[in-house]
């Protein structure tokens, strides 16, 4: 496992960063094989789980007049799994970004992020008479493609030297676009309140709250169909 990272400020008030990372496992897990006379073939080895994760991109922060920094950025992420169903994914990640630190007890962010994600699916190779021929219709959320779009809004607090407490709220809208049977769309609303409260030079309390609704959409089919 490895990352660079090239951080620079070519021009005035522009700050960049450049980004790699690669992230790999090499499972060493036994494996174990199971004997069933009665089933074909009758006996079965177990695949060991291995992951690899290749992600890079760019952010660009742009120091505006008025206190105002405006971010952006893009991150292509792929992995590879050791997976029947979905073995693939491509991630393509644009963020964008607005901050404002015009009052010295307050700072204000709003964000607004894009997710395009693509799926290598592989059908199973079964006769039609199979039960598990329902697997070319399920799409499992976790790998499946989506499109995704998240906007988040934050207040940071510092009305006393030793406090400083934040709210934050968030809306997500997800959309599985190749999914059949599955999940098809997930929303989501929240907001979470965060408190520190330094009591003490070595001593500091902590406190916050998280809220969400969430709102799913499914598609479900049982056997026999």
Same mark, same amino acid.
């Given at each position: 496992?490895?990352?660079?990272?090239? !951080?620079?400020?070519?021009?005035? $008030? +522009? @700050?960049?960063?450049?980004?790699?990372?690669? #992230? *790999?496992?090499? =499972? %060493? /897990?036994?494996?174990?094989?199971?004997?069933?006379?009665?089933?074909?073939?009758?006996?079965?080895?177990?695949?060991?789980?291995?992951?690899?994760?290749?992600?890079?991109?760019?952010?660009?922060?742009?120091?505006?007049?008025?206190?105002?920094?405006?971010?952006?950025?893009?991150?292509?992420?792929?992995?590879?799994?050791?997976?029947?169903?979905?073995?693939?994914?491509?991630?393509?990640?644009?963020? !964008?970004?607005?901050?404002?630190? $015009? +009052? @010295?007890?307050?700072?204000?962010?709003?964000? #607004? *992020?894009?997710? =395009? %994600? /693509?799926?290598?699916?592989?059908?199973?190779?079964?006769?039609?008479?199979?039960?598990?021929?329902?697997?070319?219709?399920?799409?499992?959320?976790?790998?499946?493609?989506?499109?995704?779009?998240?906007?988040?809004?934050?207040?940071?607090?510092?009305?006393?030297?030793?406090?400083?407490?934040?709210?934050?709220?968030?809306?997500?809208?997800?959309?599985?676009?190749?999914?059949?049977?599955?999940?098809?769309?997930?929303?989501?609303?929240?907001?979470?309140?965060?408190?520190?409260?330094?009591?003490?030079?070595?001593?500091?309390?902590?406190?916050?709250?998280?809220?969400?609704?969430?709102?799913?959409?499914?598609?479900?089919?049982?056997?026999?169909?």
């Amino acid at each position: 496992n490895y990352d660079f990272t090239l !951080v620079s400020t070519p021009l005035t $008030g +522009l @700050d960049t960063k450049i980004f790699y990372k690669h #992230y *790999e496992t090499d =499972n %060493r /897990s036994d494996r174990i094989t199971k004997t069933d006379t009665t089933a074909s073939p009758p006996s079965f080895t177990n695949d060991l789980f291995d992951y690899r994760k290749d992600r890079y991109g760019l952010e660009l922060g742009f120091r505006l007049p008025a206190r105002f920094t405006l971010s952006t950025g893009y991150t292509y992420t792929h992995v590879r799994r050791q997976r029947e169903d979905i073995p693939e994914n491509d991630d393509d990640l644009y963020i !964008v970004g607005l901050r404002w630190s $015009g +009052l @010295d007890f307050m700072v204000a962010r709003l964000e #607004y *992020e894009r997710l =395009n %994600r /693509s799926a290598d699916f592989h059908t199973p190779e079964v006769a039609a008479t199979d039960p598990q021929i329902m697997e070319t219709w399920i799409r499992r959320f976790d790998a499946a493609s989506q499109d995704r779009d998240t906007v988040s809004a934050a207040f940071d607090f510092f009305p006393l030297e030793d406090l400083n407490f934040g709210v934050a709220f968030r809306w997500r809208d997800a959309k599985y676009r190749d999914t059949v049977l599955g999940l098809r769309e997930s929303k989501a609303e929240g907001f979470n309140f965060d408190i520190r409260y330094q009591l003490a030079k070595p001593l500091n309390l902590y406190g916050s709250f998280d809220y969400e609704r969430a709102k799913q959409y499914q598609f479900q089919r049982q056997l026999p169909f």
